[in-house]
């Protein structure tokens, strides 16, 4: 089995700052994709940032030039620096990576941490 643990959310003033982190345990051979999704009170989830090893990540068009997205291999663990918050930004963050396990490939999610932006 695989887990999952996020930690890193909060309440911020807009304008702050925060940074997200998911470290993964378990049974795991290789961490394909790492990436952070977020899901806003009746909206549907949606792709906030991605990486994978050896790559720059990928960013949604609302958080580009203001979040980064890293990843630790050794740690298997990614974060998320989030910076220039604003109330928008407002949602449970999840994590999903894609795990090689043997010759099949799994996606985890991570349980979620909750970003509050006030204005």
């Known amino acids: 089995q695989v887990q999952l643990v996020e930690s890193g959310g909060g309440l911020v003033q807009a304008g702050g700052s925060l940074t997200l982190s998911c470290a993964a345990s378990?049974?795991?051979?290789?961490?394909?994709?790492m990436g952070w999704y977020r899901q806003a009170p009746g909206k549907q989830r949606e792709l906030v940032a991605h990486?994978?090893?050896?790559?720059?990540?990928n960013y949604a068009d609302s958080v580009r030039g203001r979040f980064t997205i890293s990843r630790d291999n050794a740690k298997n663990t990614v974060y998320l620096q989030m910076n220039s918050l604003k109330p928008e930004d407002t949602a449970v963050y999840y994590c999903?990576?894609?795990?090689?396990?043997?010759?099949?490939?799994?996606?985890?999610w991570g349980q979620g941490t909750q970003v509050t932006v006030s204005s």
């Open positions: 378990g049974r795991i051979f290789t961490i394909n994709t």
């Open positions: 999903n990576f894609e795990i090689v396990q043997g010759i099949q490939v799994y996606n985890y």
């Open positions: 990486i994978a090893s050896g790559s720059n990540g």
